[in-house]
T-cell receptor, first 114, second 114 residues
Framework: GDSVTQMEGPVTLSEEAFLTINCTYTATGYPSLFWYVQYPGEGLQLLLKATKADDKGSNKGFEATYRKETTSFHLEKGSVQVSDSAVYFCALCYSGGSNYKLTFGKGTLLTVNP | NAGVTQTPKFRILKIGQSMTLQCTQDMNHNYMYWYRQDPGMGLKLIYYSVGAGITDKGEVPNGYNVSRSTTEDFPLRLELAAPSQTSVYFC?????????????FGQGTRLTVV
């Protein structure tokens, strides 16, 4: 079945450091790929997405590129802020037939220190 | 916009008790989902629905039941609470336009079974 593997956390960085969170996937066909973010005490919210190979999703300084050849969707940010501290989830959606389900990775906790 | 609303936010249950977690959305989304989130395990899909009157099992349905009598509401029922059901529960809804989509999450219900 479909699955998402993301790097184990926690990740601790200083403010203005470069961030990479790795995500790889296995899926039949060509899924859409997502990064969701969960701030403390809140539900998940969409950070960015890409729907086909070589698409780059971007939002709030975060970027991720859909790489079909390496089945990857790594999240990057050039300069993190304390406010970026959260749990980040990589996810895929493969719509088989009439169903539509999101499959999530286990999440990566990011802590950014001032 | 209210989005996805879950109630209650917190609940403590005794073993063997039952309860219903409420979820309602005001975005006219066809797809709705229940996930549970356990530390270090990401999100696991419990049940989902592709429209009113249609529900199906996800990865971890045992011990839960759902119904979908309206587009807006998707309650999750625990009949005989067990300590293994201690978790944070998230309801989500989504739309689909072509190959693109986004899921919207509620703020979660933190359930403790003692």
């Amino acid at each position: 079945g479909d699955s998402v593997t993301q790097m184990e956390g926690p990740v601790t960085l200083s403010e203005e450091a470069f961030l990479t969170i790795n995500c790889t996937y296995t899926a039949t066909g060509y899924p859409s790929l997502f990064w969701y973010v969960q701030y403390p005490g809140e539900g998940l919210q969409l950070l960015l997405k890409a729907t086909k190979a070589d698409d780059k999703g971007s939002n709030k300084g975060f970027e991720a590129t859909y790489r079909k050849e390496t089945t990857s969707f790594h999240l990057e940010k050039g300069s993190v802020q304390v406010s970026d501290s959260a749990v980040y989830f990589c996810a895929l959606c493969y719509s088989g037939g009439s169903n539509y389900k999101l499959t999530f990775g286990k999440g990566t906790l990011l802590t950014v220190n001032p | 916009n209210a989005g996805v609303t879950q109630t209650p936010k917190f609940r403590i249950l005794k073993i063997g008790q039952s309860m219903t977690l409420q979820c309602t959305q005001d975005m006219n989304h066809n797809y709705m989902y229940w996930y549970r989130q356990d530390p270090g395990m990401g999100l696991k899909l419990i049940y989902y629905s592709v429209g009113a009157g249609i529900t199906d099992k996800g990865e971890v349905p045992n011990g839960y039941n759902v119904s979908r009598s309206t587009t807006e509401d998707f309650p999750l029922r625990l009949e005989l609470a067990a300590p293994s059901q201690t978790s944070v529960y998230f309801c989500a809804s989504s739309y689909r336009r072509g190959g693109n989509t986004e899921a919207f999450f509620g703020q979660g219900t933190r359930l403790t079974v003692v």
